[in-house]
Nanobody, 115 residues
Framework: QALLVESGGGMVQPGGSLRLSCAAS????????MRWYRQAPGKEREWVAG????????NYAGSVKGRFSISRDNAKNTVNLQMSSLKPEDTAVYYC????????WGQGTQVTVSS
């Protein structure tokens, strides 16, 4: 059974940093591109960042480019999202997504940016 478990969320002040992690199991992680999405209250889920199977290619939404960094470790079946210079508008539930022939989602982790 495929499983994605996010961790690392929490509350942080504006300008602060957080590192989200997503642990994968139950499928061949190294065959899947990975993405992070987020959903703020009252808004639709939006794509944040993506990383290729090898980790060589990364892409970011314009709103987070230069502040967030996605990485993966295929030996540990994990994908991370390093977030810095956080803003109140980054407040959302963050989800990791594995995409290939199939798509898997985690349960999400809450990130709150507030003073």
């Amino acid at each position: 059974q495929a499983l994605l478990v996010e961790s690392g969320g929490g509350m942080v002040q504006p300008g602060g940093s957080l590192r989200l992690s997503c642990a994968a199991s139950g499928f061949t992680f190294s065959n899947y591109a990975m993405r992070w999405y987020r959903q703020a209250p009252g808004k639709e889920r939006e794509w944040v960042a993506g990383i290729s199977i090898s980790g060589e290619t990364t892409n970011y939404a314009g709103s987070v480019k230069g502040r967030f960094s996605i990485s993966r470790d295929n030996a540990k079946n994990t994908v991370n999202l390093q977030m810095s210079s956080l803003k109140p508008e980054d407040t959302a539930v963050y989800y990791c997504n594995a995409i290939s022939i199939k798509s898997y989602w985690g349960q999400g982790t809450q990130v709150t940016v507030s003073s």
